[in-house]
């Protein structure tokens, strides 16, 4: 239960010295010059210089603790911030934009950029390295949401247009890889088709990885390049099979769906990956791993740098 009494929600000083004291835990470190020296950088007092400001000697520049981040050059007081990032990473199906603005006190569309750029801090920059393994398990799965923008609509592993009550949808593409008891890495693709989804399964799963898959022909060919492939046939109603299933994505695209059409309701495509960031970000920071809504808050916060969003990006993407 999120603690709205907190001085780091109430007071703007409190919520710089938390977000200092997760960035800089051995000191302040200038953001211009890489400077960590504290003998060479020092912190500016007097009334003429607002709390929080340092200056280092070496490139002679001035900083504060969010420049370089997500938060830079915001005239959001810090403390909501800290209140918006505790509250998007508290919510397991996510909190809209209208909320934030009720909550924070801040403009609908100033709520909805505050939500924008915490996603992109919780963009995962650490998932270079492959997921599974010897005498590990992941498992790929796609699934269709929402109204494909553009001309061209999603195909089936046939090669036919998605259909729905026999009429042809539009329908934009996710394919998700999660290991069991690990993460999850969802990927919005133009069309999830085999050369898509094996592009994607090769430069995120290991070869020694055991993988589960239900019976579409997209995993057919490319399972043979893994260690083992197992499927389940769920037109057939198999869904479990001994330890061979997909239900462990299928709870991630539950979560995520029921988010998107209960707490979201409308997403533009263009911002399609960084919801996709935000779900995928809760479930590999979720209470099963031990990751408390305060620890994953600041994981957020740890993120923050290097991130830079303006609001230009996000309403150019917008109306593109």
């Known amino acids: ?112 950029f505050m939500a ?9 920059d650490s998932s270079d390295g492959p997921m599974g393994g010897e005498g590990k398990t992941v498992e790929a799965d796609e699934t269709y949401f929402g109204t494909k923008e553009g001309p061209a609509p999603t195909m089936t592993t046939s090669g036919r247009p998605f259909l729905k009550s026999g009429k042809a949808t539009h329908k934009r593409a996710v394919v998700a890889l999660v290991e069991r008891g690990g993460s999850v890495r969802m990927f919005h693709v133009d069309k999830a088709n085999r050369d898509s989804v094996r592009d994607i399964l090769v430069r995120n799963v290991s070869r020694d990885t055991t993988l589960y898959t239900d019976e579409s022909r997209l995993y057919t060919i490319t399972g043979r390049e893994y260690r083992e492939h197992h499927t389940v046939k769920h037109s057939a109603g198999e869904y479990v099979r001994g330890v061979v299933h997909t239900n462990t ?40 791993l031990k990751v408390s809504d305060w620890e994953r808050s600041d994981r957020i916060l740890k993120r923050i740098e290097g991130k830079r969003l303006t609001y230009r990006r996000t309403d150019e993407a917008a109306h593109a």
Not at 82 to 94: F, V, Y
Not at 116 to 124: G, L, P, T, V, Y
Request: charged content about 25%; aromatic content about 10%; overall charge positive.
């Open 1 to 112: 239960m999120t603690d709205l009494n907190n001085p780091i929600f109430q007071d703007k000083d409190k919520a710089r010295e938390h977000l200092e004291a997760l960035r800089w835990p051995n000191g302040a470190i200038c953001p211009h010059c890489g400077n960590a020296d504290p003998a060479k950088i020092r912190a500016l007092q007097g009334k003429s210089h607002r709390p929080g400001l340092y200056q280092c000697a070496a490139c002679r520049e001035q900083f504060t603790v969010t420049v370089g981040t997500v938060f830079e050059r915001s005239k959001i007081p810090l403390n909501k911030w800290l209140l918006a990032t505790h509250l998007m990473a508290a919510s397991k199906k996510g909190i809209s934009a209208h909320q934030l603005h009720r909550m924070l006190g801040v403009t609908y569309k100033t709520a909805w």
């Open 116 to 124: 924008h750029r915490i996603r992109e801090a919780m963009k995962d």
């Open 249 to 288: 994505i299928e709870n991630v695209f539950s979560v995520f769906k029921r988010g998107m059409k209960g707490v979201y309701q409308h997403c533009s495509e263009k911002h399609l990956h960084r919801y996709l960031a935000e779900f995928g970000f809760r479930y590999n920071n979720r209470v099963g």
